[in-house]
């Protein structure tokens, strides 16, 4: 079972996160993008596959800008409810407050339907993803692709050149509203809304 480091990370008797339990079968494959405040502040990109959230912490967060690279950590499986979860997590693993950034649907980038997930799969076994995101910020193709010889779990997440594609600088933070529990956490304890950076991530990757 996939979700074996996700409950053994995790006390049900004290965090508000959803158990270990794996989703029934669904046409339609659900992403979401979680915005964590732990010790640092970054984001988790996870998308539906297996039943599970297949999981990246990703330090700066999603662009919509093909020019950004952006590093992304692959971490332990997380429950298919996870996608739902919002709120605090008490003292221990991941600490912290958790936002919904973004969701929606995904599927693959040729295929749709049970085709489109075995597809995902393969793509996954491979290290290389290739998907269209149908969320309210992140829109359009993108990839995921694995890097060879270095982090173990380090991946890039880039997006592709189509419609939905910007050239300006895209900044993550800029899309949050000021009013989310983070920001109003931040602006309370007089802490800066700046990202973690690269030298972080192996903490980041802890959610």
Do not use: C
């Amino acid at each position: 079972m996939s979700l074996v480091k996700y409950a053994a990370k995790r006390n049900f008797k004290v965090t508000p996160e959803p158990t270990a339990v794996l989703k029934k079968d669904s046409a339609k494959l659900s992403f979401v993008v979680q915005r964590h405040k732990a010790s640092h502040l970054h984001y988790d990109f996870r998308l539906e596959m297996d039943g599970v959230l297949k999981s990246w912490a990703v330090p700066k967060g999603p662009s919509m800008n093909p020019g950004d690279k952006r590093l992304a950590m692959m971490v332990e499986d997380h429950p298919y409810s996870y996608k739902d979860f919002n709120g605090v997590i008490p003292a221990g693993y991941g600490a912290g407050i958790v936002e919904i950034w973004d969701d929606g649907k995904y599927t693959d980038i040729n295929s749709s339907g049970k085709d489109a997930e075995k597809k995902l799969k393969a793509g996954l076994k491979s290290g290389s993803l290739k998907f269209i995101l149908y969320g309210k910020k992140l829109k359009g193709e993108f990839a995921l692709v694995k890097l060879k010889g270095k982090q173990e779990n380090a991946w890039l997440l880039i997006k592709h050149k189509d419609e939905y594609a910007v050239s300006k600088a895209y900044d993550s933070e800029k899309e949050t509203a000021k009013t989310s529990p983070i920001n109003k956490w931040l602006a309370a304890n007089k802490q800066p809304e700046k990202k973690n950076s690269t030298r972080q991530v192996k903490s980041a990757g802890k959610n």
